[in-house]
């Protein structure tokens, strides 16, 4: 794999919860793979990030005070992978039709936070591959 598939993925955080956004970022201090973009506490604060930076990855509960997360990702033009976490089932559906890859029930579970982000770097990484392999071949 080449430097560039191998660089930090940046991750922009949202939830207006502020205990589970301090436990995103404890997590994200201890993993050499992922690198914080930021940390928002709104729909419009991501919103106004997103404007100006790209991510790799949005952690995202849907459920924020000023905005449906939902409808917040669903209006990018070109959404980065998502990961869901929230603390109602019937999230799981609005989940599935912005193809989040993955949707993760409050309390977090470190080891399946874990294996998401594994899942997520995965597929990143092989998209990074392939655009530089095109490239390459054009």
């Not at 502020?18 to 690198?35: C, F, P, W």
């Not at 959404?79 to 993955?102: E, G, L, M, N, S």
């Amino acid at each position: 794999m080449s430097k560039e598939v191998s660089k930090k993925i940046s991750v922009l955080l949202v939830d207006s919860d502020l205990k589970g956004l301090r436990e995103l970022q404890r997590y994200m201090i201890h993993d050499q793979r992922l690198e914080l973009a930021q940390p928002c506490k709104s729909g419009r604060g991501a919103l106004s990030f997103l404007k100006h930076k790209k991510v790799d990855l949005i952690i995202l509960n849907p459920a924020l005070p000023d905005a449906n997360g939902f409808d917040l990702i669903a209006s990018l033009p070109d959404p980065p992978a998502t990961i869901i976490v929230a603390d109602r089932k019937d999230y799981a559906y609005f989940a599935y039709r912005i193809q989040a890859i993955d949707y993760l029930l409050k309390p977090l579970s470190v080891g399946e936070l874990d294996q998401a982000i594994s899942r997520i770097i995965t597929q990143i990484n092989l998209v990074k591959e392939v655009k530089i392999l095109r490239a390459k071949l054009a």
